[in-house]
Nanobody
């Protein structure tokens, strides 16, 4: 099993920044995909950003140019740097890990963008 622990959410004003962190532990395979989903009230969960163990990244269109995903492979951590935050970024952000048929999810961290 893989365990994920997230941190870094909170309240920020529009235009501000936050950095989310996710630490993975347990039976981690060397080939994996990690990233972040988010779910806003009344909306479906959507993929925000992902990164593979080789560093290949993907972003949903609404965050391109504002969010940056990165990893520390040695420590199995994934980060999401969120800049120029907008009220529509308000959501619970979930870290995930996937490798083959195995996947794991974090408990979620709330990001609120409001003045």
């Amino acid at each position: 099993q893989v365990q994920l622990v997230e941190s870094g959410g909170g309240l920020v004003q529009p235009g501000g920044s936050l950095r989310l962190s996710c630490a993975a532990s347990g039976n981690i395979f060397s080939i994996y995909d990690m990233g972040w989903y988010r779910q806003a009230p009344g909306k479906q969960r959507e993929l925000v950003a992902s990164i593979t163990n080789t560093g290949h990244t993907k972003y949903t269109d609404s965050v391109k140019g504002r969010f940056t995903i990165s990893t520390d492979n040695a420590k199995y951590r994934v980060y999401l740097q969120m800049n120029s935050l907008k009220p529509e970024d308000t959501a619970v952000y979930y870290c995930y890990y996937a490798s083959g048929a195995l996947d794991a999810w974090g408990q979620g961290t709330l990001v609120t963008v409001s003045s």
